[in-house]
């Protein structure tokens, strides 16, 4: 059971606009930043957003992160084939004092 | 090139040890807080435990506290995760991870390895 809560999968078609949630508690996401990542199986995963809503230089605009009280979301626009996979959202928890995760976003571009 | 390179994974008994290595190269290994985060089979990233750049300070995930044990050598440009007492809950993929902060000195892990998979089995 995951500390952070996402959907367990979405999916959409080449061109839409796609919207992933990570919800937590005020101890985490409502205390502190949200980190995103894109991991794709047999691969490194790889930081998409930091710090709520900044993108690592060579992560395209498309990607954008957005946090509001204890919920986020990553908003992927555009979508694109290889934007296919897990999505993962992170955020640091005042009280366990450890790093907690979301339990994966599946997505599928159909 | 900037990466990290996880080894050591393989299958081990229940109650046995393994130990991960960890060896980064192409940035400058003392200047960055070290994780390691796993993911088990069809589960979610579950972060473990955390090193400080002189290896001073250590957090661990209550989940390994008292049977894991994390260093690293600088001098090596290495970190290591020494795993005891291992069960089956313990198999999945191991990542090493470096944290960075921006200029709020919030952090974040902007680099990951590709895993070394640990199978804990009878």
């Known amino acids: 059971q995951s500390v952070l809560t996402q959907p367990p999968s979405a999916s959409g078609t080449p061109g839409q606009r796609v919207t992933i949630s990570c919800s937590g508690s005020s101890s985490n996401v409502g205390h502190t930043h949200v980190n995103w990542y894109h991991h794709v199986s047999g691969t490194a995963p790889k930081l998409l957003i930091y710090?709520?809503?900044h993108r690592p230089s060579g992560v395209p605009d498309r990607f954008s992160g957005s946090k509001s009280g204890t919920s986020a979301s990553l908003v992927i626009s555009g979508l694109q084939s290889e934007d296919e996979g897990d999505y993962h959202c992170t955020s640091w928890d005042v009280s366990l004092n450890i790093w907690v995760f979301g339990g994966g976003t599946k997505l599928t571009v159909l | 090139e900037v990466q990290l390179v996880e080894s050591g994974g393989t299958l081990v008994h229940p109650g046995g040890s393994l130990r991960l290595s960890c060896a980064a190269s192409?940035?400058?290994?003392?200047?960055?807080?070290m994780h390691w985060v796993r993911q088990a089979p069809g589960k979610g990233l579950e972060w473990l435990s955390h090193i400080r750049d002189f290896g001073l300070t250590l957090f661990y995930a209550d989940s390994v506290r008292g049977r894991f044990t994390l260093s690293r050598d600088n001098a090596k440009n290495s970190m290591y995760l020494q795993m005891n007492s291992l069960g089956p809950e313990d198999t999945g993929l191991y990542y090493c991870?470096?944290?960075?902060?921006?200029?709020?000195?919030?952090?974040?892990?902007?680099?990951w390895g590709r895993g070394t998979m640990v199978t804990v089995s009878s």
């Open positions: 991870v470096r944290e960075s902060r921006d200029a709020n000195n919030d952090g974040f892990f902007d680099l």
């Open positions: 192409g940035f400058t290994f003392s200047n960055h807080e």
């Open positions: 710090t709520n809503n």
